[in-house]
């Protein structure tokens, strides 16, 4: 079983819809990162949260660590917004230094 | 503007050769990272480097080297004992101060076997 799962894989939506994405981790972590990876392959932070929310713009993240889960959402979303998202974690080892990715869902919102 | 430049964007190699993927950072960060990704997976671990002079192995370093002779580079070596090097290369760094700060990436390198 992967430490980090990411759910949907694939989700096609509608310019308007409201989105989220699922991230769930297996052990305790200290932070968790939501990255997008444009088509041409660079990649950019979007956030970094241990706990409760954060919003920028149309994002907001959320985190609950007793349930190990956290979710993106993008409100009114916006062909833009089509990219791949991933979730990553710091595992809560002294001394971790290194992140743990899921797979990714692929976002593609249709006008 | 502050950022981390891979060169070249796309590499290819041939059998039994040496070749070397350029990372450059200009974000005063003392922490950098190499990744490979490939269909499917999410980003895997090759080598990081907390500080000049020094680098550890990460999850798949069998294969590749580095050097950090400077803060702001952090060269890639994908030798001719890496059987299956085809993948997307992604550079990273961090402040590295404290163990939770976000990490900025570098647009990748792609390298392909000839």
């Known amino acids: 079983k992967n430490e980090v799962e990411q759910s949907p894989q694939n989700l096609t939506a509608q310019e308007g819809e409201f989105i989220t994405i699922n991230c769930s981790y297996s052990v305790g972590i200290s932070a968790l990162h939501w990255l997008q990876q444009h088509p041409g392959g660079g990649i950019v932070s979007l956030f970094m949260l241990s706990s409760g929310k954060k919003k920028h713009g149309r994002l907001i993240a959320t985190i609950n660590i007793q349930e190990k889960h956290s979710s993106l959402h993008i409100t009114a979303s916006h062909p833009r917004d089509s990219a791949v998202y991933i979730c990553?974690?710091?595992?809560?080892?002294?001394?971790?230094?290194?992140?743990?990715f899921g797979t990714g869902t692929r976002l593609t919102i249709i006008p | 503007d502050g950022g981390i430049t891979q060169s070249p964007k796309y590499l290819f190699r041939k059998e039994g050769q040496n070749v070397t993927l350029s990372c450059e950072q200009n974000?005063?960060?003392?922490?950098m990272y190499w990744y490979r990704q490939d269909p499917g997976q999410g980003l895997r671990l090759i080598y990081y480097?907390?500080?000049?002079?020094?680098?550890q192995k990460g999850d798949i370093a069998e294969g590749y080297s580095v050097s950090r002779e400077k803060k702001e580079s952090f060269p890639l070596t994908v030798t001719s004992a890496q059987k299956n090097p085809t993948a997307f290369y992604l550079c990273?760094?961090?402040?590295?101060?404290?163990?939770?700060?976000?990490?900025?990436f570098g647009d990748g390198t792609r390298l392909s076997i000839l």
């Open positions: 990273a760094s961090s402040i590295g101060r404290g163990r939770d700060q976000p990490q900025h």
């Open positions: 990553a974690v710091r595992l809560g080892t002294r001394g971790n230094e290194k992140l743990t």
């Open positions: 974000l005063n960060h003392d922490a």
């Open positions: 480097s907390q500080i000049v002079n020094d680098f």
